[in-house]
């Protein structure tokens, strides 16, 4: 029988929105605030078991920055213990990817 391994912490993808660009005055046609560019996406190593208390944790460091506005927020993939290990986290650590 195989035994799948519960997970030790996640891999948390946060989506950064892009900042919106004010219309230049020689552009009527366009709408008055657009975004210019994409998104951006930053990743977090986190080293707690329960996924919605990963993202959690990861929001609460992220608010600790400089960068208050975050969009959306969420697990891409699950961390084993010896990840955990490797990667040098203790239980509840959030580090960047």
Do not use: C, H
């Not at 366009?30 to 080293?47: D, G, I, T, W």
């Not at 078991?49 to 697990?75: F, I, Q, W």
């Not at 993939?77 to 959030?94: F, M, N, P």
């Amino acid at each position: 029988m195989i035994e799948i391994a519960l997970p030790a912490g996640w891999v948390v993808q946060v989506t950064i929105p892009a900042t919106p660009e004010a219309r230049p005055e020689d552009a009527p046609w366009r709408p008055s605030v657009m975004l210019v560019s994409a998104p951006s996406f930053e990743y977090f190593n986190v080293a707690i078991a329960a996924p919605d208390e990963a993202m959690e944790a990861t929001t609460r460091y992220l608010g600790k920055g400089a960068e208050p506005t975050v969009g959306v927020v969420s697990v891409v993939r699950k961390l084993s213990s010896r990840e955990i290990a490797a990667l040098s986290l203790e239980a509840g650590d959030v580090k960047p990817a």
